[in-house]
């Protein structure tokens, strides 16, 4: 059975400084999503990363991917308040088939960027 | 804009009751799920569906009910069977190669 595990759960860190969450899961996969959620909503895709060594940035977030240590990672550069969130990482489960699959989600990373 | 919908926002439900949540997509995307989350945890999931008129249960499946007529929409019946239905429902939908998975904004379930 696949288990994704975040760590840590819950981070307050002060603007401009650097941090990193991690995402490591059971079994084999090769596709590993990052979203975030703002409190009360639903939520909103941040990542797909589809094979070892994928990176992927978008502004102060960078996610990286390494299957063989079942492993990713969020890195957060030079916090800013706006990134105050929950960000949960979520693996679907390598079955070598296209189309409708489960994903498995971690317990999400509550995130608390102070001024 | 293309995008997923879910209503009501809010649902207040008494014990025996049955009730439905909406779920439409004009996304034009196969795949469609139904997750549920309970406070400070992950999303579980409850039913997805590949193609109309066929679906699959997910880890929580019991005491929930699911059709597939058209490929746009995906209702969730909470039935009288589950015991602890209090929690946010999420749907989604995703194209079929890349499984990204997109989110509604959620229905809030509250039982009486």
């Known amino acids: 059975e696949l288990k994704v595990e975040q760590n840590p759960l819950f981070l307050s860190m002060q603007e401009g400084k650097n941090y990193t969450i991690y995402c490591n899961y059971s079994?084999?996969?090769?596709?590993l999503y990052w979203y975030r959620q703002d409190p009360g909503k639903s939520l909103e895709s941040l990542f797909v990363?589809?094979?070892?060594?994928a990176v992927k940035q978008e502004g102060r977030l960078m996610a990286s991917l390494d299957t063989k240590a079942r492993l990713s990672t969020l890195h957060i550069t030079a916090a800013v308040h706006d990134l105050s969130a929950t960000y949960f990482c979520?693996?679907?489960?390598?079955?070598?088939?296209?189309?409708?699959?489960?994903?498995?989600f971690g317990q999400g990373t509550r995130l608390t960027i102070n001024p | 804009d293309g995008g997923i919908t879910q209503s009501p926002k809010y649902l207040f439900r008494k014990e025996g009751q049955n009730v439905t949540l909406s779920c439409e997509q004009n996304?034009?995307?196969?795949?469609m799920y139904w997750y549920r989350q309970d406070p400070g945890q992950g999303l579980r999931l409850i039913y997805y569906?590949?193609?109309?008129?066929?679906?699959q249960k997910g880890d929580i499946a019991e005491g929930y009910s699911v059709s597939r007529e058209k490929k746009e929409s995906f209702p969730l019946t909470v039935t009288s069977a589950q015991k602890n239905p209090t929690a946010f429902y999420l749907c989604?939908?995703?194209?079929?190669?890349?499984?990204?998975?997109?989110f509604g904004p959620g229905t809030r379930l509250t039982v009486l």
């Open positions: 569906s590949q193609i109309v008129n066929d679906f």
């Open positions: 989604a939908s995703s194209n079929s190669y890349y499984n990204e998975q997109f």
């Open positions: 990363l589809l094979s070892n060594g």
């Open positions: 979520a693996v679907t489960p390598l079955s070598g088939i296209q189309g409708a699959q489960k994903l498995v």
């Open positions: 079994t084999t996969s090769d596709r």
């Open positions: 996304l034009n995307h196969d795949a």
